[in-house]
């Protein structure tokens, strides 16, 4: 699927929740380094702050990342609080490993959650990605995670 079809009917509402996901570049599995992981997360907080809405849950795998935004304010956007994500956590491990280029793929998948969708639910299959994918036996020893919820 190209990067054109993932944009087809992308919208950003106020107040709705959306499950993202994007991967790293190849999907290399970048986030095996504590430091580069760390330096990720870091980010979460200052994407929120920047761009008026709350990461509710989310995980960040090797590989790729899953997220439920919120969009909190007039002007949030989902494009561009996934693009400053992205394009911060590659500066700043740019900057960290002295490299340049690209960390992430340039495309993102979205989905926004209806009413009738348990946000529990959701928040639960986020951050049981470690489990699923056998990286953990329990969650609680991931700790690239994050959920309000849980």
Not at 8 to 13: A, E, I, L, M, V
Not at 50 to 79: K, N, Y
Not at 122 to 132: D, K
């Amino acid at each position: 699927m190209s990067w054109n079809d993932l944009r087809k009917g992308r919208y950003s509402k106020l107040h709705f929740e959306y499950l993202i996901t994007f991967n790293t570049l190849n999907r290399t599995p970048h986030f095996l380094d504590f430091e580069l992981a760390h330096l990720f997360c870091q980010q979460i907080k200052r994407n929120q702050q920047l761009h008026q809405c709350t990461w509710l849950a989310w995980v960040l795998m090797p590989d790729h990342f899953h997220g439920l935004v919120r969009l909190d304010g007039e002007s949030a956007q989902l494009s561009s609080i996934v693009r400053h994500l992205k394009g911060s956590s590659s500066n700043v491990i740019n900057k960290y490993l002295n490299a340049s280029g690209s960390l992430w793929q340039p495309s993102f998948h979205d989905h926004a959650l209806r009413a009738e969708e348990d946000r529990l639910k959701v928040a639960r299959y986020i951050v049981a990605n470690p489990l699923r994918k056998g990286l953990v036996r329990n969650v609680q020893e991931y700790p690239y995670w994050d959920s309000v919820y849980l």
